[in-house]
């Protein structure tokens, strides 16, 4: 397993993903949205305007907009493609989530409960311009008892699967807001939230040291993951019957204690039967965030060091996520005395996002493979 360590957050990361293509957007405790070319690791620009943490990212079905929810109290929504801002959604309290629908034409966001303001999931029509320019959703879901801390889309767009912090599911309409489905498998908080390719079923990562794997129209409880840290992330291989666990004990513990018994490690399940089969090393610190690659065939880990600088590794062995938190690997570029290294916002010479012509602002895939070399010095090795 070699492991490319990229260099793109100054703060821990809180959320990872992938578009359809295969392009990696993250976002971390600072104000700066990333995209990364997967195949060798070349950040491809940066989206700049948030003034606070941004807790969540999501891209449309063809990688066309992005769109983010900050703890600045404002959901964004960009052109994927140039960096620009199209869209600034206020809000009373931090973003936690954010999503497109199926066809890209509906998003959604929830809200913390903080500051004496209520949780709402909002729903906003890209097609209707005066719900976007008057700040105003054509619909709003009151969350009345605990927040929302997870939320995804659920099949064909018709409802919204939400997890919360006193661990229970929800399955809400995105027609009337009505829940139509309610469940509580989770003891505690639900971190996380991921689809299966297909999205009939989903899996839940929780502080109750378990993950769950669920039906994602009925919510029936299928499959228990049991671990001895909280889980902050899991994910559903596209192509095997294998989900990927990523956790931990509590950052605010990490340092009085050793990485093995933090329990840092990407923790592989069969899907099926429950069993643990392997482990990826690496952590010091929590993972935060795991994914794996939409072909299913390669992945890529990555790792936020504590310190003033986050780096990501990416890897490329079969059947590999990516993995992101606030621990980190030994062997990371380290800038010199004196060095600052500062992302490369849009316009620069990165390639863009898959899924666009050239347009006189990129050139052909891996252009950037020999700058990255002399940008950010890679370290390989196995894990």
Known sequence: MKPILLQGHERSITQIKYNREGDLFTVAKDPI??????????????????????????????????????????????????????ALLKTNSAVRTCGFDFGGNIIMFSTD?????????????????????????????????????????????????????GGELNQYSAKSGEVLVNVKEHSRQINDIQLSRDMTMFVTA????????????????????????????????????????????????????????????????????EEEFGRVKGHFGPINSVAFHPDGKRGRCRKARHRSDQTAPTASPPQTPATAGTGGPAATRNPGRGEKWVPRAWGGRGRRPSGHSAAGRGGRPGEGAERWAQESRVLEGGI
């Open 206 to 273: 929780s502080k109750d040291n378990t993950a769950k794997l669920f039906d994602s129209t009925t919510l029936e409880h299928q499959k228990t993951f049991r671990t001895e840290r909280p889980v902050n992330s899991a994910a559903l291989s596209p192509n095997y019957d294998h989900v990927v666990l990523g956790g931990g004990q509590e950052a605010m513990d990490v340092t009085t204690t050793s990485t093995r018994i933090g329990k840092f490690e990407a923790r592989f399940f069969h899907l099926a039967f």
């Open 33 to 86: 949205v990333n995209v990364w070319y997967s195949v060798n690791g070349e950040r491809l620009g940066t989206y700049m305007g948030h003034t606070g943490a941004v807790w969540c990212v999501d891209a449309d079905w063809d990688t066309k907009h992005v769109l983010t929810g900050s703890a600045d109290n404002s959901c964004r929504l960009w052109d994927c493609e140039t960096g620009k801002q199209l």
């Open 113 to 165: 409960k903080q500051m004496g303001y209520q949780c709402f999931v909002s729903f906003f029509d890209l097609r209707d311009p005066s719900q976007i320019d008057s700040n105003e959703p054509y619909m709003k879901i009151p969350c009345n008892d605990s927040k929302i801390t997870s939320a995804v889309w659920g099949p064909l767009g018709e409802c919204i699967i939400a997890g919360h912090e």
